[in-house]
């Protein structure tokens, strides 16, 4: 059996932050429900200038092997729209201890599950941005920001496209010595909060982790005796708390 897990979105570097822009976006992992064809995300702004904010958009695929690839997002047949997701819109201007939003918006077919990588980078707007500044604010606002020591931060998130008729069959295989989860539907399953924990002290507990288990792949683990294992099993709108015994 194999495991599959979504790594957790990629930080991009692009520089470090004594003032300027400081851009925050929520959660790293938003789910677009079968029922729904838009989404929206909030970008948030602490910092004490304006953010300039891009918002790139690739495709997650999987090798035979399991191993990700991040494309980019094709256009459709008719070459009217793209296959997949856009973001609306691409540009973001959020002023200081502000927030601005983006629609993340799906088109093409939804007979099977996509997985998408977003990206909020934070650059100097340059002219060729298409960001709605004029030339002299956009040199005003470099002169500012190298006015001192400036890192600016970017963030991605992972963001699951379901399908229209989304279906969950979860297959739990337990033995003494280990625990098998299978997704047997055809959305990803989370395994949220996941802790190994001191059957005789309740508190003594390894790091808490999350895994996402793609459909037709199996979340699992050894048990060891003296161990309590604790989870939460979300299926879309449903959660369950479990609790697994060690060996």
Known sequence: MKRLFLSSALGLLCGAVNAGPQINVGTVYDYLDGSKS??????????????????????IVYDPDGKPREIPVEASADGASRNGLMAS??????????????????MGDRDRER????????????????????????????????????????FGIVFFVRPKDSRYDTVINETPKRYELRNNGNTVLVVDEFKNC?????????????HHVLSGRTFAFDKEAGREYRFKLIEGEQRKNLKVAGG
């Open 38 to 59: 838009t989404y929206l995300k909030r970008v948030f702004n602490s910092g004490d200038s304006t953010a300039f904010v891009k918002v790139n958009v690739l495709e």
């Open 198 to 210: 001191s059957q005789a002290r309740e508190s003594e507990c390894g790091a808490t982790t999350k």
């Open 89 to 106: 819109p691409a540009r973001l201007i959020i002023p200081a201890k502000g927030m601005q939003g983006t629609r993340l918006l799906y």
């Open 115 to 154: 997985y998408f990588r977003v990206r909020f980078v934070p650059v100097v707007p340059e002219k060729e941005d298409n960001f709605v500044v004029s030339s002299e604010e956009r040199e005003d606002y470099k002169k500012a920001l190298s006015a001192g020591v400036n890192v600016m931060t970017g």
